[in-house]
């Protein structure tokens, strides 16, 4: 009879729930201390030590969860369009009607860049000193122009040229 492992007689079992939580709070403290320094001190202070040192992490912590500093950025902008509603724009594709499409889409995106102005302005200045972050909104910037092409592909297919 095959032997099977079990954590009821462990004196440490292993729970994933409570380890998954802990990290998701680590995360959000770090994502945090990413978006206070930005605001506050700007592109050149924004470093994976200064957010672990904000966070009260190490700097293994950040790097094992983001990786990069870039990748720490995509983290949060993602985390900036979620909280903007961005995920309204699946449902502006999922119209039948190219008109509501383009309806739907502009009131997502006013919603967005109305959601976090101060943080958007912060950002996209900032762009325009650093290479990396330029790189990463010039990337989030081409994901949106092919969104408004394909409506206006739908447009010129459902209502002429």
């Not at 729970?15 to 506050?40: H, P, S, W």
């Amino acid at each position: 009879m095959p032997h099977s492992r079990s954590t009821e007689n462990c004196v440490r079992p292993y729970t994933l729930g409570v380890r998954a939580e802990t990290m998701n709070l680590a995360r959000a403290r770090m994502l945090q201390a990413a978006r206070i320094l930005l605001l506050k001190r700007g592109i050149a202070e924004f470093s994976i030590d200064a957010v672990a040192r904000r966070a009260k992490v190490t700097r293994q912590t950040v790097h094992n969860q983001f990786g990069t500093r870039s990748a720490l950025l995509e983290a949060l902008f993602d985390q900036m369009a979620q909280q903007g509603g961005m995920e309204g724009i699946a449902a502006a594709f999922r119209q039948t009607d190219p008109a509501a499409t383009l309806s739907e889409y502009i009131k997502v995106f006013a919603r967005f860049w109305g959601s976090d102005r101060e943080m958007t302005r912060r950002i996209h200045g900032l762009a325009a000193v650093d290479a990396d972050l330029g790189k990463t909104l010039a990337a989030r910037q081409e994901r949106r122009m092919v969104g408004s092409r394909n409506i206006m592909t739908m447009l010129s297919r459902r209502y002429g040229h």
